[in-house]
């Protein structure tokens, strides 16, 4: 295991559309276990693998309730409404109202190939909605609410 590099705002990376995992052999275990040590590092709640440099759909979560591993996660349904500030580990120091659903359920495949449902309100929901959007190349800043409510906010 081991903390890897978090890719920043100027990488061109960030923007491209994660590949499916076809097969989950010992680098995609690896990966999962690098992601996590990399994201409690640098006290996330989320990682998408895109965020250090390998472009495969491979995502970990911690809410705060124990660590969530998904392997090509899908959002099957999504429900009410969230207005709140969001940050990114590849985009220090900016921040943003970004409107995103409170609850969504998310079918996805674990460490061991089994296939799973897992559902996520307020925080929860929120992660798995922006580290799915870094698996399709979209950054949060792509979904803040217009600068009069809530510009992006650069802190020192």
């Known amino acids: 295991m081991a903390i890897r590099n978090i890719r920043k705002d100027d990488d061109d ?3 491209k559309k994660s590949k499916k995992v076809e097969t989950i052999d010992d680098r995609i275990i690896t990966l999962l276990d690098d992601m996590a040590d990399t994201m ?7 990682l998408a693998a895109v965020q250090i440099g390998v472009l495969r759909r491979v995502v970990v979560v911690d809410d705060g309730e124990g660590l969530i591993e998904l392997i090509n996660p899908v959002i099957v349904y999504e429900s009410g409404e969230q207005l709140e500030e969001e940050g990114c580990l590849s985009l220090p120091g900016k921040g943003g109202m970004v409107k995103r659903p409170s609850k969504v359920i998310v079918r996805a495949m674990d460490r061991y190939g089994n296939t799973f449902e897992v559902e996520g309100t307020d925080l929860l929901a929120r992660a798995f909605c922006h580290e799915v959007d870094h698996l399709n190349g979209i950054l949060f800043t792509d ?10 906010i650069e802190s020192n």
């Open 143 to 152: 979904k803040v609410i217009s600068e009069e409510s809530a510009s992006i």
């Open 13 to 15: 990376i960030l923007r």
């Open 40 to 46: 409690y590092d640098a006290d996330g709640v989320g």
